[in-house]
């Protein structure tokens, strides 16, 4: 009885060494987040130091929000962290640690030293800083001054190319989980990404291959938030039991309610999910459900596509009379090993409009990169039948840069240099890097 009394006390000793997330070593190892459980609040603008603010007052009561707010400051703050030195998430594209500090992983190898010069010290243990030091952080301050400046006489139109005004001292959008690593794909769904159309790597026969931002659907909850090369614009009006949140880019409209209705049937399900929302003190909560199975996380809504289970939870806090703190927590077991929560300002939107995005299924490429895959189909039948066997061309041949300019190097009929994974005869999938893709990475 004495040794199975130990044994069970010992067995409970293991279990909470696990649910802790601390080994018997000592050393901290996070576990991941629980599904269904959102992390509090992570206020990146101020570096994670308590606010005091308290945001004005709607004539009902309620945290004021209302305004046209930008994703735009975060230009050059990726989504996960990198490895210390030369890792993503500092100033001047060496985001995330010290570029090329001694025996970072990634670092360059330093050069061969005498025989007596001592090792260089080995990193310190655990994720990286999800903030920049003082010194990276003035850097950063710097760097984003003279780019602005420069953009300010330089730039060929105020309709494209936003950026960044002000600097923050996060590292990446990512706050949990802590590593700042995204969680992987169930490997159950990890063929199941966004289609890309003219971007990808086809075959093109019907409108369902191309990306739902391609048709002027939806770039998705996710998607549309995350700061890309313009239409960052957030609107948010209020009214009582109800918050409009609008999208610049496609247009959408978001309705919050918050008088307590319930979610809408399970059998029903949007592109957008369905809102609830309630105050918790200076926070607006919002908790969406009811998604489809056709969007997904990342920019511009490309990516991995998420289940229906996908719930989810949102927090928006007015920190200064400029900033509101923008947090969401994606929950989905069935795709992602585990839930995984951005966190970032949003700041004022130059212009103070959200400007009108007519968009019309690509100006009509959907339509003309269909005809020319049929085109392309018959042209290849006339060859086989003359006994010419030939690579099929693609839609993007050697691909197309930002407004269609012809990249530079490129020899149509010929394998492109760099691109997506090795194309077939320099066409799709082998194209070089587009504004789209670059923004994306």
């Given at each position: 009885m004495r040794r199975l009394g130990w044994l069970c006390v010992s067995m409970a000793g293991m279990a909470l060494v696990v649910?802790?997330?601390?080994?018997?070593s000592g050393q901290q190892q996070p576990l991941p987040r629980?599904?269904?459980?959102?992390?509090?609040?992570?206020?990146?603008?101020?570096?994670?130091?308590p606010v005091t603010y308290k945001a004005p007052r709607t004539p009902w009561g309620d945290p004021d929000l209302q305004g046209v707010w930008s994703s735009d400051d975060m230009e050059g703050v990726g989504i996960?962290?990198?490895?210390?030195?030369?890792?993503r998430g500092g100033p001047g594209g060496a985001r995330g640690g010290r570029a090329g500090a001694p025996g970072a992983p990634g670092a360059p190898a330093a050069a061969a030293a005498p025989a007596a010069a001592p090792a260089a010290p080995a990193p310190p243990a655990g994720p990286?800083?999800?903030?920049l030091d003082e010194a990276a952080m003035k850097a950063r301050?710097?760097?984003?001054?003279?780019?602005a400046n420069q953009r300010d006489t330089t730039a060929e139109t105020a309709f494209r190319f936003d950026y960044a005004r002000r600097a923050f001292p996060q590292t990446r959008l990512l706050v949990d989980p802590p590593d700042g690593r995204m969680p992987q794909i169930l490997p159950s769904v990890q063929g199941r990404t966004m289609p890309r159309g003219t971007y990808g790597p086809g075959p093109l026969n019907a409108p369902t291959d191309f990306s739902l931002y391609e048709r002027c659907i939806t770039r998705g909850i996710g998607g549309s938030i995350l700061q890309v090369i313009y239409g960052n614009g957030n609107r948010i009006v209020q009214s009582p039991g109800a918050v409009a949140f609008s999208y610049e880019m496609l247009s959408d409209t978001r309705v919050f309610y918050t008088d307590g209705r319930p979610?809408?049937?399970q059998g029903i399900s949007m592109y957008l999910g369905d809102s609830r929302a309630w105050w918790e003190g200076e926070e607006l909560v919002?908790?969406?459900?009811?998604?489809t199975d056709q969007t997904a996380f990342g920019v511009n809504g490309n990516g991995t596509q998420h289940s229906k289970a996908m719930k989810i939870t949102e927090r928006f806090r007015r920190v200064a009379d400029d900033i509101i703190q923008y947090q969401a927590t994606w929950d989905d077991p069935l795709t992602f090993a585990a839930p995984f929560t951005v966190s970032f300002p949003l700041t004022p939107l130059d212009g103070g409009n959200l400007l009108p995005y007519d968009c019309h299924a690509g100006n009509t490429a959907i339509s003309m990169a269909l005809a020319a895959e049929r085109t392309e189909d018959a042209a290849l039948a006339a060859d086989l039948a003359k006994g010419i066997k030939r690579e099929r061309r693609g839609v993007q041949e050697c691909g197309a840069g930002v407004g269609g300019a012809a990249v530079a190097g490129c020899t149509p009929g010929a394998p492109a240099a760099g691109g997506r994974g090795g194309g077939r005869g320099g066409g799709r999938g082998g194209a070089a890097n587009t504004g789209e893709d670059t923004i994306e990475k």
């Open positions: 649910y802790s997330g601390t080994p018997l629980p599904y269904g459980t959102p992390p509090p609040l992570v206020i990146t603008a101020t570096g994670g130091k996960a962290g990198g490895g210390r030195g030369g890792g990286p800083p999800l903030y301050q710097e760097q984003i001054s003279r780019s979610h809408v049937g919002v908790e969406t459900t009811n998604l």
